[in-house]
């Protein structure tokens, strides 16, 4: 192989890499898996006056559970179907203008 081709395969690996790497569902299912556990410990620890307010609804609990499955399911996807790059359209090998 020439060295043109080797450039170009190491450069299609590394668009490859930065496809995964930037993948909204991770940033997204991260977000929500670190906000899930923050709100959840909030609910966990929740005082009778805190329920009381929220008339003995333990909505923290509830909402970071929520949460929680929502992360999971976002880093789930992504592992299931992860991100491919966008396929390198070949041009013509032609140099002047096409008639």
């Given at each position: 192989?020439s060295?043109?081709?080797?450039?170009?395969?190491?450069?299609?690996?590394?668009?490859?890499?930065a496809?995964?790497?930037?993948?909204?569902?991770?940033i997204?299912?991260?977000?929500?898996?670190?906000?899930?556990?923050?709100?959840?410990?909030?609910?966990?620890t929740?005082?009778?006056a805190?329920?009381?307010?929220?008339?003995?609804?333990?909505?923290n609990?509830w909402?970071?559970?929520?949460?929680?499955i929502?992360?999971?399911?976002?880093?789930?996807w992504?592992?299931?179907?992860?991100?491919?790059?966008?396929?390198?359209?070949?041009?013509?090998?032609?140099?002047?203008?096409?008639?």
């Amino acid at each position: 192989m020439s060295d043109y081709q080797h450039e170009v395969e190491e450069l299609e690996r590394k668009s490859a890499t930065a496809a995964r790497l930037f993948d909204v569902r991770r940033i997204i299912g991260g977000l929500f898996v670190v906000y899930g556990v923050i709100v959840t410990i909030a609910g966990i620890t929740a005082s009778d006056a805190d329920l009381k307010k929220a008339q003995d609804i333990n909505i923290n609990l509830w909402t970071g559970l929520g949460m929680l499955i929502l992360g999971v399911l976002f880093l789930l996807w992504m592992k299931l179907r992860p991100a491919e790059a966008p396929a390198v359209e070949e041009t013509g090998a032609t140099d002047g203008p096409a008639d």
